[in-house]
């Protein structure tokens, strides 16, 4: 390994120091080397420190960034946000060098800070670890592009694709938490230890996670982040429920504190008085013509409460529905090596889709003896709409 991408390695640790701490705003790390190759300076941005990486960084190298070089996983800001323009002071502490991993994805830099820095005669080397430092900031792009966030759905599954044993009388199919959430109902867990923890670990790196009302009903979850790592704000918990059908004796309803939004369509105002008194944040939302939700209002409405990244574990319902509207982005769906067979919740219901979607590009993890594979619909990048 190259003393570049030694450096940019490090980087791109500090800057996922910020998953959690840092949205809206991107996940960004920074590293001063001086002349000898020794780190002088190091910096981790987070939203409520208003410095940005790279200027803690540079206060950190002080008179030792003169002549140094400047590593980081995204191009330095060039305009006036709530902080001045890293650039410029990346040019006043006298840098000579910057090597970044990527541009900036917001139209109000976008090439602009490198600009700047080459016209002051800055040496720039621009990708390395490029595809890494992509992925870490993916549902900034896709939120400061275009407005909404990331939209993940996740679901745990057997191979023949069921996310649940066979339905017991009264419950509504594909209603049940899928298998990583874990279960109140007495029925058994598909996917190992393992995958359960990592399931954690993505709810850590989501601003809001979404389930539907019969998966409320049927398992009461939590729908939290538990892995006990700080987050600037809560997980917001979103739950779909047209009806306000959502038991007040359900332990999302028992926890809320200011974290759960419930979007329905009809309710009567004592039911919506009961739940608001109860800390559950209501809103109405557009019904589609068969009367479920909107996913587009709602993908686009969170997107207006500075929501970056939405993963989604719903039911086979919810699943149809979000996968059939087009919203979602990327999924991550986990497999255990079992078979349920006829009777069995499978992964996707009430929904026709019309036509096959294709993952992008894919990769495959393993969890234990399960596996998941985690994949794009579309790329977050991508400008049009």
């Not at 809206?24 to 420190?49: F, I, K």
């Not at 200027?55 to 003169?66: D, I, P, T, Y």
């Not at 990592?198 to 601003?207: I, K, Y």
């Amino acid at each position: 390994m190259t003393t570049d991408e030694q450096h940019i390695r490090r980087a791109l640790h500090l800057a996922r120091a910020g998953i959690g701490l840092v949205s809206p705003n991107p996940a960004v790390g920074a590293v001063v080397v001086d002349s000898s190759g020794r780190e002088v300076g190091a910096g981790t941005h987070t939203y409520d420190n208003l410095k940005h990486a790279e200027v803690l960084a540079l206060e950190q190298a002080g008179a030792a960034a003169r002549g140094a070089t400047l590593y980081l996983n995204l191009e330095p800001c060039s305009h006036q946000g709530r902080t001045g323009p890293c650039v410029d002071a990346v040019l006043a502490a006298g840098i000579a060098r910057v090597v970044c991993s990527m541009q900036d994805p917001n139209p109000r830099v976008a090439g602009q800070g490198f600009a700047k820095l080459r016209a002051a005669g800055i040496k720039v080397d621009l990708g390395l670890f490029e595809a890494e430092a992509r992925k870490l900031n993916e549902s900034f792009a896709k939120y400061i592009q275009k407005g909404k966030p990331l939209v993940t759905l996740k679901s745990a599954m057997t191979l023949d694709g069921k996310i649940a044993d066979a339905t017991k009388p009264g419950d509504e199919p594909g209603a049940r938490t899928p298998a990583t959430e874990g279960s109140h109902s007495g029925y058994h867990w598909i996917t190992g230890e393992v995958a359960r923890e990592h399931v954690q670990q993505l709810r850590h790196q989501h601003d809001a996670i979404l389930a539907g009302v019969g998966t409320v009903m049927a398992d009461d979850p939590l729908l939290t982040d538990r892995t006990g790592q700080p987050r600037r704000r809560k997980l917001l918990r979103v739950i779909l429920d047209s009806y306000l059908r959502i038991p007040p004796d359900s332990r999302v309803v028992q926890t809320a504190d200011n974290d759960v939004l419930v979007m329905y369509s009809t309710a009567d105002e004592q039911t919506r008085k009961a739940l608001e008194e109860k800390g559950i944040r209501l809103q109405a939302i557009a019904a589609t013509a068969d009367g479920r939700p909107d996913f587009p209002a709602i993908v686009q409405s969170l997107g207006e409460q500075q929501i970056t990244s939405l993963l989604i574990e719903g039911g086979s319902l919810v699943n149809g529905a979000a996968l059939a509207s087009g919203e979602v982005d990327k999924v991550f769906l986990y497999y255990a090596p079992k078979i349920f067979g006829e009777g069995a919740v499978p992964f996707i219901a009430g929904e026709r889709h019309g036509r096959t979607q294709c993952l992008q590009r894919f990769v495959l993890h393993r969890f234990g003896e399960d596996f998941a594979v985690e994949g794009y619909l579309r790329d977050p990048y991508a400008k049009e709409v």
